[in-house]
């Protein structure tokens, strides 16, 4: 407005603008207020979301792990439903149902665990832990119900992330329960190869498989099952489980 000489054609210049802009000034500007609260309140929804699946989750963790009382299967199948209603979106209820899954194997309820760790790749990210996990214990079950071809699949095809070695132990697992020790030895190898990288294995469980399919020449010393060759560059102290990223949401159900 410094092109004006003086303060009276500076404010009827300024009338003039708020005359043919000030409407949509007035409109944009209350859209942003509006914006910003309606922003902070779907950030103050999902925090006490976030709260309510966490309080939800504990509970369900309290009821599982207690050790004066035996596990309540319909209590924990109540906690674990209202989670995966209300809270579909969460990694508790997909915690939550990795734990019911892993239940479900140790009770021999097959079908209910493949439904559940079916649910968690449905709403878990492709590639993340969640989903890795999911699919390694998939495969696994699916191999245990005779579903040979489809677990295979899913640990020949499966994006493994930083569960490489833990894939190929399994691989190794259903080959050899199908009687193919030389594919077994191979993916046996494979895996502890991975392990020296990646870890995640036990690996004198590992050593110990790969030892009993791998034929000693006379000549040769055998090698102690929890030995490591020093090419891979890892200790046996070194071996950790699978568990999801958060400690407390591990389901118990390790290679």
Do not use: C
């Amino acid at each position: 407005m410094d092109q004006y000489s003086t303060e009276e054609e500076q404010l009827e210049a300024l009338g003039r603008w708020w005359k043919e802009n000030g409407r949509s000034t007035m409109i944009a500007v209350l859209f942003a207020v509006a914006a910003g609260f309606g922003w902070q309140a779907w950030q103050s929804d999902q925090v006490q979301k976030k709260d309510q699946a966490s309080d939800i989750y504990q509970s369900l963790v309290r009821v599982m792990e207690n050790p004066v009382t035996e596990v309540d299967p319909q209590e924990s199948a109540q906690l674990a439903e209202r989670l995966q209603r209300d809270f579909s979106d969460s990694t508790y209820a997909q915690f939550a149902a990795l734990r019911l899954a892993a239940m479900g194997v140790n009770e021999d309820r097959s079908a209910e665990a493949e439904e559940l760790l079916r649910w968690v790749l449905a709403h878990s990210a492709k590639g993340t832990d969640i989903a890795q996990i999911a699919q390694l214990r998939l495969a696994r079950v699916l191999a245990s119900s005779g579903e040979v071809d489809q677990a295979l699949a899913i640990l020949s095809e499966a994006e493994t992330g930083t569960y490489g070695a833990s894939y190929a132990v399994a691989r190794g697992d259903v080959l050899f329960a199908e009687g193919l020790d030389d594919e077994a030895r191979d993916a046996y190898r494979q895996a502890l190869s991975l392990a020296g990288a990646l870890g995640g294995v036990n690996l004198p469980a590992l050593q110990q498989k790969l030892q009993s399919l791998t034929p000693v020449p006379a000549s040769s010393p055998e090698l102690g099952a929890a030995q490591v060759p020093a090419e891979f560059g890892v200790e046996v102290s070194e071996a950790v489980e699978i568990v999801p990223e958060t400690g407390d949401a591990s389901d118990g159900q390790g290679e």
